[in-house]
């Protein structure tokens, strides 16, 4: 191997330009708000999950919609606090 690995973690909002791309790649690169939308990177899908309900519990949205098929998800979303 050539080069100097780099092991060190990343920043907490996760890799700047990931999270561009991850912008560009789900709202489109002519979005008008692209600057308004915020992103951030978690480890893991349920990691993502929980971050995603904490977010919607502190700024008060009270409906969350999950399929039936992944119980898991329900026993992941009732154990946020109100």
Do not use: W
């Amino acid at each position: 191997m050539t080069g100097k690995l780099n092991k060190e973690y990343l920043p907490i909002e996760g890799h700047a330009g990931f999270n561009e791309l991850s912008k560009h790649l789900i709202f489109g690169k002519n979005c008008t708000n692209l600057k308004n939308i915020v992103t951030v990177q978690d480890l893991s899908g349920t990691g993502a999950l929980r971050v995603g309900g904490e977010f919607l519990r502190k700024f008060n949205s009270h409906t969350v919609n999950l399929p039936k098929r992944l119980g898991q998800l329900i026993l992941l979303f009732s154990k946020i606090q109100a």
